[in-house]
């Protein structure tokens, strides 16, 4: 009996460290209780005294519910995945300190009848079922306890698989043992001094609590389990605080041709590292079987039990993704330089001999010439355009500036014959946009002016209006106003064979503001077109100051 105490004393040494791991506490206790289960059992059978028999048979007699207790709460959060908490736990032992502290003065035979005494050689008498405060605790709350544990893990056996369904098995057999050697004990069929239970539960544990040491077992993994679903095609590996993989879906063992568990996450991905994204370390290129893939990669932590902590490391497949994307990038510079050089200088070409055609003939040769003069001229114009549009493209941040910069730049770039229609009464303040932004302005200047018509004379107004938090820029001319197709197609964000644009300088505008976190509205009538450009405020009416409204003096 004294050395059952040993297997008790070796379960708490191996798993004391991991004690705030959901139910290891628990396993903890209920090993310590079969410990002094023995140790008790022992000394109170072979000491001689009576009163010294009959001390250590009340601390002997509240050892058993609380193996009955502490097995049902490792039950519990093993189950269910959470703490208990101090509430249902103190509810729980109340009954045992009840009958460990009326033990001592036994009133009205509540606790032991007179079948229970010790002999003057100190032998301790008692019967099977005694007072009715010890049956009620020790045998009927006791075996409650245990077969509701039972119940539940035979539940989560049933419902379960993988990891959880073998952990579950290993908790059975320290139940099995420990439910048999109890029948044997009430059989009769060992020593009145000799108590198999406690012994053979406390040998049960050892080798549970090395599985719980060295294969992961009641830490975080089922809880993981719930959260990733094996039916995930996208490979998950389950991390514990030391980095290493402890467990992963059906994906993520299928990503290697070796077994991944027990392995640093680091040391995996850094392994099979090709090369990583220029753009972030979360995407990189592993070798697999099925050749180079490229992945992104996301963590989440986990927080379970009593501190227990951990992340989830998901691995998307974005070669197709990324793929896709670098076959646009090569379409993008392709079709660049094409329109810089190879179809500008052409139609430079063609416009040149179109223009000596025109300039040496007359009537209706003259005119096609000229027809040619125009439209080549054009699709020159519309590939300058381009070539600005991957320089918007080129940038992924915003600068804060105040607008005056941005109008500069317009007076720099737009002809000073086009900039007598144009006059200027904006408010001093700073905008966060794109750096390009005076691309958009001067761009909805260039259309407003090209494209008057009519005997009116051209007049195209730039002006603010300012709220605490964004500032509006509103261009606004006399023309015959943008046709409904034109904003149509931008409001929509995309062209389709039936709706589409007459040509890329609207574009430019729309994707200058979406890159600088604003909206763009367009306002068309008989009298002409107003175009609006929302954007966020960087200055001090931003956070809620007032900045007064001047003229810049521009016009």
């Excluded at 990503?255 to 040391?267: A, D, M, P, R, V």
């Amino acid at each position: 009996m004294y050395l059952g105490v040993v297997p008790s004393v070796v379960n708490c040494q191996l798993l004391w460290q991991e004690r705030d791991k959901p139910g290891v506490i628990w396993f903890i206790l209920s090993m310590a209780t079969g410990g002094l289960w023995s140790l008790l059992f022992a000394t109170f059978t072979l000491i001689p005294d009576p009163q010294l028999t009959l001390a250590v048979a009340n601390f002997f007699w509240v050892m058993i519910p609380t193996a009955a207790v502490t097995l049902f709460l490792l039950a519990y959060e093993f189950v269910f995945k959470q703490t208990a908490s101090r509430t249902a736990v103190y509810a729980l032992f109340t009954p045992i300190v009840l009958l460990f502290i009326l033990s001592w003065f036994n009133p009205y035979e509540l606790v032991f009848t007179s079948a229970y005494y010790v002999t003057a050689d100190g032998i301790l008498h008692f019967p099977i079922f005694d007072g009715p405060l010890k049956v009620l605790v020790t045998k009927i709350y006791g075996y409650l306890l245990v077969f509701l544990a039972a119940g539940m893990f035979v539940g989560e056996l049933l419902r379960t698989n993988g990891t959880q369904r073998r952990q579950t098995v290993y908790l059975l057999v320290v139940f099995s043992m420990l439910v048999g050697s109890t029948l044997v004990k009430v059989a009769g069929l060992v020593p009145i001094y000799f108590d198999p239970t406690s012994v053979l539960y406390s040998c049960s544990g050892l080798f549970f609590a090395y599985s719980i040491r060295e294969h992961g077992l009641l830490k975080f993994v089922p809880v993981a389990r719930e959260q990733t679903f094996e039916e995930i095609t996208d490979p998950i590996f389950v991390v514990n605080a030391a980095g290493y993989i402890v467990d992963a879906n059906q994906a993520g063992v299928r990503l290697s041709e070796q077994s991944l568990i027990g392995t640093k996450i680091e040391e995996f991905i850094c392994g099979s590292t090709v090369s990583a994204d220029a753009q972030g370390s979360g995407v990189v290129k592993l070798e697999i079987s099925g050749g180079t893939r490229t992945f992104s990669i996301e963590t989440s932590e986990i927080i379970y039990g009593r501190g227990v902590t951990g992340k989830i490391v998901v691995l998307s497949d974005i070669t197709a993704l990324k793929e896709r994307e670098e076959e646009l990038d090569l379409l993008k510079q392709v079709l660049s330089r094409i329109f810089r050089h190879n179809i500008r200088n052409d139609l430079n070409v063609i416009a040149g001999f179109a223009a000596i055609i025109r300039d040496s003939t007359s009537g209706e040769t003259a005119q096609s010439a000229d027809r040619i003069h125009t439209r080549a001229m054009k699709v020159v114009e519309q590939a300058a355009k381009a070539r600005k549009i991957e320089t918007v493209l080129s940038y992924t941040e915003t600068d804060q500036r105040p607008l005056d910069e941005y109008l500069s730049k317009v007076e720099q770039s737009v002809s000073a014959e086009w900039l007598t229609h144009v006059s200027f009464d904006v408010d001093d303040v700073v905008v966060d946009a794109h750096p390009r932004f005076d691309l958009a302005l001067a761009e909805l200047i260039e259309n407003a002016v090209s494209h008057h018509a009519g005997d009116d004379p051209i007049t195209v107004r730039v002006t603010t209006d300012l709220s605490p938090t964004a500032a509006t820029i509103i261009v606004e001319d006399n023309g015959p106003g943008l046709p409904p197709s034109e904003f149509a197609v931008l409001e929509a964000g995309e062209e389709t064979d039936l709706e589409h644009g007459s040509g890329i300088g609207l574009w430019l505008v729309y994707w200058i503001v979406s890159r600088s976190n604003g909206t763009l509205s367009v306002r068309a009538s008989e009298s002409g077109t107003q175009v609006r450009i929302r954007l966020n405020r960087a200055d001090s009416a931003a956070d809620g100051g007032d900045s007064p409204a001047t003229d810049d003096g521009r016009g």
